[in-house]
């Protein structure tokens, strides 16, 4: 009976930190991205995560024609050097990296409504570290009407 109550709240105490990053992770989209989107309206959805160092995250987002539309990813300072991402259509062809700009801004509209996969890349600067940096990273569309 022990073991069976000590095993749930080691999953509660997970959930609960879980929580707590992902609050964390708002409040820095909130605070310190939201207003990269300036003249252009938010999509209203939050794409946010925590992320390591060597990892990558990807996202399939709709984006509808006769739209202006800006993409901002918006990454902690600890692990924004290097941080970049790159979109593609949903054959795999690509349409933009940052990877070489270093610009985490795309500004673009499309011709017909179509899905787009957005890939997030947060690279392994210290490969020798023990521990690895970590930080939010979050994905902000906004939008205009042509």
């Not at 794409?47 to 709709?62: K, P, R, S």
């Not at 024609?65 to 290097?82: E, Q």
């Not at 933009?96 to 673009?108: A, H």
């Amino acid at each position: 009976m022990i073991k069976l109550s000590t095993y749930f709240m080691a999953i509660a105490f997970v959930m609960l930190a879980a929580t707590s990053t992902q609050a964390q992770c708002k409040m820095f989209t909130k605070k310190k991205c939201m207003n990269t989107l300036a003249e252009y309206t938010s999509n209203g959805q939050y794409n946010g995560a925590v992320m390591f160092e060597g990892e990558e995250a990807t996202l399939m987002q709709t984006f509808y024609s006769g739209k202006n539309y800006k993409l901002v990813v918006c990454a902690h300072p600890a692990i924004s050097d290097g941080t970049y991402f790159e979109i593609n259509d949903y054959r795999g062809n690509p349409i933009y990296s940052s990877e070489d700009s270093g610009n985490p801004e795309f500004e673009f509209n499309v011709q017909s409504t179509q899905q787009l996969k957005i890939r997030i890349v947060v690279p392994d600067q210290n490969k020798e570290a023990q521990i690895k940096k970590n930080g939010c990273v979050s994905v902000l569309v906004g939008f205009q009407e042509n």
